[in-house]
């Protein structure tokens, strides 16, 4: 992970895009890694010049709270399984009838 994560350069454009290849494709990334990871792409996007640069560093950043969240579902979805709790929210219709 060392050769995308640059201590003394800025993040280039193709390496947001190589990172977001990393993420999507869940690539195994050490939690050290992902926070760096993340802190380098903040300080990338607070000196970007270009729309383009700002667009390739956002859709990373978005790429990474997406999996996030998408874990964080999966890890609740497994909890609940495991306690024996339902794990979707179903809608019931429920009929009922009176006599009169």
């Known amino acids: 992970m060392s050769e995308i994560v640059k201590t003394d350069e800025k993040v280039t454009r193709a ?4 990172i977001t290849r990393a ?10 890694d992902k926070r760096r ?12 010049e270009t729309p383009r640069d700002v667009a390739a560093i956002s859709k990373t950043l ?4 997406g999996q996030n969240q998408a874990d964080d579902h999966v890890a609740d979805k497994n909890g609940r399984l495991n306690v024996g709790l339902p794990t979707e929210v179903i809608a019931h ?8």
């Open 15 to 18: 390496e947001a895009v190589m």
């Open 23 to 32: 993420i999507n494709a869940r690539w195994p990334i050490a939690n050290d």
């Open 37 to 48: 990871i993340k802190q380098k792409l903040m300080d990338a996007l607070e000196v970007s």
């Open 62 to 65: 978005v790429a990474m709270e």
């Open 93 to 100: 219709k429920l009929k009922v009838e009176f006599d009169q």
